[in-house]
């Protein structure tokens, strides 16, 4: 099946400062890359996704670019807050017939 | 909307008897579901797959006569591990999509195993 890479594991950033997760895929078919946002002993909740035939997405804070020809995606959140602090997982998928997930980040946002 | 439910929520059994997962979409048609396990401080593991009124793709690696899966409607679908063994305790979190490939999943809240 797919391989999706995560970095960083950890990452510590200041309150305001950027924040930056990188993923890369196997599978050049993958054509849907959704990010999920898990805190602490609750369900992973979506907060953005992006489809193959786009190069970014941007919602607020949060953006996502994909590089489909490198094969990896990114999560770019600005302007930091505390409640950003959770596990980040990036997933691909191939037409929703199967999502693997990447190893997850765990962000910590430092008031 | 799109809210998946997930029972029990924690379950401790006995080392060799079974269990039973549920997972229910309760404002959409799960046309497929998914099984996953997480680890503490680690990923989701994708074990299988299953689509209402098919059998289930298990991933590589995943005993298909231990982790039982039924997906006998549109709604529900069950996971049973079978003859638990302590090594089975693990965080087990279903999560469904709609008929529409391009719809995203919808996590239930997971169900944490322990096996004493």
């Known amino acids: 099946g797919e391989n999706v890479e995560q970095h960083p594991s950890t990452l510590s950033v200041q309150e305001g400062d950027s924040a930056v997760i990188k993923c890369t895929y196997s599978?050049?078919?993958?054509?849907?890359f959704p990010w999920y946002k898990q805190e602490l002993g609750k369900r992973p909740q979506l907060i953005i996704d992006?489809?193959?035939?786009?190069g970014e997405k941007k919602d607020q804070r949060i953006a996502v670019t994909l590089n489909k020809t490198a094969k990896h995606f990114s999560l770019h959140i600005t302007e930091t807050q505390p409640e950003d602090s959770a596990v980040y997982f990036c997933?691909?998928?191939?037409?929703?017939?199967?999502?693997?997930f990447g190893t997850g980040t765990s962000l910590t946002v430092i008031p | 909307g799109a809210v998946v439910s997930q029972h029990p929520s924690r379950v401790i059994c006995k080392s060799g008897t079974s269990v039973k997962i549920e997972c229910r979409s309760l404002?959409?048609?799960?046309?497929?579901m998914f099984w996953y396990r997480q680890f503490p401080k680690q990923s989701l593991m994708l074990m299988a797959t299953?689509?209402?009124?098919?059998?289930?793709?298990?991933e590589q690696g995943v005993e298909k006569d231990k982790f039982l899966i039924n997906h006998a409607s549109l709604t529900l679908s069950t996971l049973t591990v079978t003859s638990a063994h302590p090594e089975d305790s693990s965080f087990y979190i279903c999560?469904?999509?709609?008929?529409?490939?391009?719809?995203?999943?919808?996590f239930g809240n997971g169900t944490r195993l322990t096996v004493t």
């Open positions: 999560s469904a999509r709609s008929k529409d490939r391009n719809s995203p999943l919808h």
């Open positions: 997933a691909a998928t191939v037409f929703g017939n199967q999502f693997y």
């Open positions: 404002d959409f048609q799960a046309t497929t």
């Open positions: 299953s689509n209402e009124g098919s059998k289930a793709t298990y």
């Open positions: 992006i489809r193959s035939n786009v």
């Open positions: 599978d050049s078919a993958s054509n849907y």
